[in-house]
C-alpha cells in the first residue's frame, strides 16, 4: 500500500496545474498554462538572439580589424595572464594584423575602433580575471614601404 497521497500539499503538488485546475476550472487553467509557457518561450527567444547578435557581432569587421582576432587575443590574455616585465611596465602590447591600405586611421576612426574593442566579450573577461584597471588605446605607425602596422597598448592600473 502506498502513502504518495499523504503530504503531497507539503511537497506542492496542489500549487501546480492541478491545484489551478480544481480553483479556476480546466479552461481557465489550460488558458494560464499555454500564457506562461509562451511567456517562456518567448523570453528564451529573446535571449537566444541577444546571444546570436553579441556572436555576430563579435565577427564584424571594422575599418579592416577582424574583431574576433582581437576578442580571441584579450581572451587568451585573460586565461594566460601577464609576464611580470609587463606589469613592471604599464603597458602590454597586443599586435594585430596589417591594415590592407597604406592609409593611417584618423580620430574618429580610431574612437570608433576603441569603443567597438571596449564592447568584446575578452576584454570583460580580462577585467574578470584580472584585477586591474586597463584604459585601452589604439596605435598605428607607417613604415617606409607604406605597409601600416597596428597594434592595442593597454595601459593596465591597480585598481
Same mark, same amino acid.
Given at each position: 500500500?502506498?502513502?504518495?497521497?499523504?503530504?503531497?500539499?507539503?511537497?506542492?503538488?496542489?500549487?501546480?496545474?492541478?491545484?489551478?485546475?480544481?480553483?479556476?476550472?480546466?479552461?481557465?487553467?489550460?488558458?494560464?498554462?499555454?500564457?506562461?509557457?509562451?511567456?517562456?518561450?518567448?523570453?528564451?527567444?529573446?535571449?537566444?538572439?541577444?546571444?546570436?547578435?553579441?556572436?555576430?557581432?563579435?565577427?564584424?569587421?571594422?575599418?579592416?580589424?577582424?574583431?574576433?582576432?582581437?576578442?580571441?587575443?584579450?581572451?587568451?590574455?585573460?586565461?594566460?595572464?601577464?609576464?611580470?616585465?609587463?606589469?613592471?611596465? @604599464?603597458?602590454?602590447?597586443?599586435? =594585430?594584423?596589417?591594415?590592407?591600405?597604406? $592609409? +593611417? %586611421?584618423?580620430? #574618429?576612426? !580610431?574612437?570608433?575602433?576603441?569603443?567597438?574593442?571596449?564592447?568584446?566579450? @575578452?576584454?570583460?573577461?580580462?577585467? =574578470?580575471?584580472?584585477?586591474?584597471?586597463? $584604459? +585601452? %588605446?589604439?596605435? #598605428?605607425? !607607417?613604415?617606409?614601404?607604406?605597409?601600416?602596422?597596428?597594434?592595442?597598448?593597454?595601459?593596465?592600473?591597480?585598481?
Amino acid at each position: 500500500m502506498s502513502y504518495d497521497h499523504v503530504g503531497q500539499k507539503e511537497k506542492g503538488y496542489s500549487a501546480g496545474f492541478f491545484g489551478a485546475l480544481k480553483g479556476k476550472g480546466i479552461k481557465q487553467s489550460i488558458k494560464d498554462s499555454f500564457q506562461q509557457k509562451r511567456e517562456n518561450y518567448l523570453e528564451k527567444k529573446a535571449d537566444f538572439t541577444d546571444f546570436i547578435l553579441k556572436k555576430m557581432h563579435t565577427y564584424k569587421k571594422v575599418d579592416g580589424l577582424f574583431l574576433w582576432e582581437v576578442d580571441r587575443k584579450l581572451n587568451s590574455l585573460a586565461k594566460k595572464g601577464f609576464k611580470q616585465k609587463d606589469l613592471v611596465n @604599464g603597458i602590454i602590447t597586443i599586435v =594585430l594584423s596589417r591594415k590592407e591600405t597604406n $592609409q +593611417l %586611421a584618423t580620430d #574618429e576612426e !580610431k574612437a570608433r575602433i576603441e569603443t567597438t574593442i571596449q564592447e568584446l566579450e @575578452g576584454l570583460e573577461n580580462l577585467k =574578470l580575471l584580472q584585477f586591474y584597471r586597463y $584604459q +585601452l %588605446a589604439y596605435c #598605428e605607425k !607607417k613604415f617606409y614601404d607604406g605597409q601600416v602596422t597596428r597594434w592595442i597598448e593597454l595601459k593596465v592600473t591597480n585598481l
